[in-house]
């Protein structure tokens, strides 16, 4: 799945690289910076990766914690060992938590690679149109990267909630995947506007704040805020249904 | 049973805890605020004597003007960069921060997703940069002259940088509307964390369509720190542009040196042409403006670019016009505009008879 | 019996899903130090049994104690000292059988990590798997599934063992080691709790059994105490059944109802309350004109109690 994630700035790159489509507008943001600086592969990467690849592999892992250690015959194992029900939940987040933090990283450093081997490097044009050194700018590249992953814990606390509602994995990665979908569908609806600030998709893409002059905390504060709402009332549910949940897998 | 009630409880109380935060926070924020009162008089004065010359922050603007809402992005960008407003700007939220340094150190950064527009002013030099397509605009002033928000219309003469600001628009429509208007203290508030007073400024004329502007002014400094215009019969604020955090320390001088970065196109701009690189056509053409009346009723007649032909016939257009004697009109809780059907502009917050009255009149 | 001499105790244990009980108000006593069977056909409850000793599902009604503390309640306290095999193996099937023994074992926050190694290589050696070890589960065989299961069991040294179906798709040769496994394991002083639906697996090693029939627990005690509920019997070969049949019947014995049959050429019938001499009952029979070809005297069996109390479809010869 890491592979999979490493493919997506790889295969843009490489698809920069050949047809040299820097004009013309279009494509997600960023596009046309690559030919400046590989850099910008990182930033496109995860323009794409945010609403898509990355709640779609999160969705998986998130889905899979509790279901799949049931399907798998493991659950009942794990509980009489026993490693108990609130540290299984806890460690299982944690796992969860780790995957989103690897997930970006690893479109971070597989972008930021194929970006030098392939396009110049050097001081950075951010947002506000100043430039940046390559140091400052791989530093806000990884605060970037955090953003990303704190941005994806609320959907982690919904998948790890989903997946002790059954034993079928499959189920819970689908249903996890559904909701971060229609999470991104409702943001898309004007009239829905009173509803968006408490949608976790809501601030996913907020990770431009990093990319200005002066670097914007406010987003970052209110994400990381709306995110721990998240895991506090899905990791409580959670706790409801797992805690004496009858284990018949 | 209370068993089950038992494990379950601490989600209930998350819930409840989040759900108490997500309300609380907002509440306290606007707790009431104790000032020594004053007449309307007294925060005028205040707002007169009020000398900030450098601050930073961010700006907030929402509006609610009864408009369709269009979803994101389905705006055509002929359309964003049309004459008569900025559609994006009508329809959603903005976040602008704000760093002033006097009169003549100026930068606004309309934060966008993913994008920004910049406008810098360091001396002489104003400088637009737009992210989305690494564009640079230059152009040269004199001292105190045009001053622009980014995406703005043009305006004729602007000298005060903070007039991207809730401040520059209060000044503004107190100048404007304060002979027309009468003047209130509703209670205290708190804005961007800081006490203030809510001036009301009500009209005395009946046939506008705002119902009342409220200026909350800096009980400490005497800047406005929020403008909210109220139309008549709408709960919702129709205008509200406010400071959401502000910090009266002067910004960084490093922020209004601004340097073309590599690569970008650079446009040298002529002194009129300051709307912006994204619509050279309409200001090098600018129209002449006619306006009626003065106060809450007056009513402004432009007689329309080339580029209203365009603008006329885009899908967007119909939808949001409805046919009416002499033209179509665009109706909003705050404002009539009508394009009559000889390609003139006539728009005031004022009923549809009266523009007609105008427009025939001309 | 006191409660300290117990290792489990139920009482009233209930289990319903929706309507339908699982089980049904079962009161089982555990002694410590017994290799205790726990005999049933398949369904009759047995396993849900066991997931609610072992903490898995709470019980609708009823309690259940094990080593001393309630269920589920004392989890962490007395599962460390438990050690299971419930409802078959469960593993990583990518990963190789030390490595999910590995993995189970850190999971128990009890466990020492440093004595890890050791550990699981000397349970793999107690069930003969220490050749397959490295190799991937997916490739294991049911059996040896079967036997990292048991190995799993005996990671930490354990004060009760509760083994579900152990010998479950093992081969002659499995079945005879787990056998001795859990006599050597009893020898050593732990009490072992063995569910199977075989009994001529729980004859050989149990020295206590319990019955359940269709959630209800129907029969308790040592193998001998079990053994001495049922009667003896006669097997009586003739051609003429009714006539042997009334025979039997006025000597008082119950003729067992598969007998009166056209075709069948014994009839059976158990003792009644005053057996009868064996020699008066043949007398009786050939001065009633019965054809005897064959008389027998058979001492009663755990097979047939087991029979009579679980009915049909108890599978007891595998």
Partial sequence: MLAALAAVPILIAIAVRVTRAGDGGGGPAFLDRIENNGLFVVFVALTVCVPLFLPLTVGVVAGDTIAGEASNGTLRYLLIAPAGRIRLLVVKYIGAAAFCLAATLVVCIAGALIGFALFPSGSVTILSGDTVSLANALGRSLLVALYVTVSLLGLSAIGLFVSTLTDVPVGAMAATIILSVASEVLGQLPQLDWLHPWLFSNYWLGFGDFLRDPISWSNFGTNAALQAGYLIVFGALAYGRFAAKDILS | MSKVWLRWAPAAAAIVVVAGAAIAVPTVANASVSLPAKTPTQVLELVASSHVRAFSGTVEETSDLGLPSLPTGSVPSSVKGGTSADIALLTGPNSLRVYVDGPTKARVQDLESLAERDVIRNGSDVWVYDSKDNSVGHSTLASRQHFVRPGSAPQATTPDPTDATPAGLAKKLIAQLEPTSNLSVDSNVRVAGRAAYDLVLTPKVTDTLIGSVSIAVDAETGLPLRVQIDARGQKANAVSIGFSS?????????????????????????????????????????????????????????????????????????????????GRLLHTSLINILFTTDGRIVAGSVSVARLQEVASAQ | MTAAELAIETRGLTKQFGTYAAVKDIDLSVPKGSVFGFLGPNGSGKTTTIRMLLGLASPTSGEARVLGESMPGANSRVLPRVGALVEGPGFYPYLSGADNLRRLDSADRYASSGTRRARVADALERVGLSAAAGKKVKAYSLGMKQRLGIANALLTPRELLILDEPTNGLDPQGTREVRNLVRSLASHGATIFVSSHLLAEIEQICTHAAVMSAGSLVAQGTLDELRKVGRPRVRVETPDIQLASGVLAKLGMTVQPAAVDDSATDVVAVFGEKPAEPDAIVAALVRAKVRVRGFALESPSLEDRFVSLTGEGFNVDH
């Fill in chain 2, 246 to 326: 502000l910090d009266l320390s002067t910004p960084a001088a490093s922020l209004f040196a601004f340097t073309p970065p590599a690569g970008a196109k650079v446009t040298e701009l002529t002194k009129d042409a300051s709307a912006g690189p994204e619509a050279p056509g309409t200001s090098a053409t600018k129209p002449a403006e006619t306006v009626t009346g003065h106060g809450w009723d007056s009513v402004v007649t432009v007689a329309a670019a080339g580029s209203l032909g365009k603008l006329s016939q885009s899908a967007e257009f119909g939808e949001l016009t409805t046919a009416v004697a002499g």
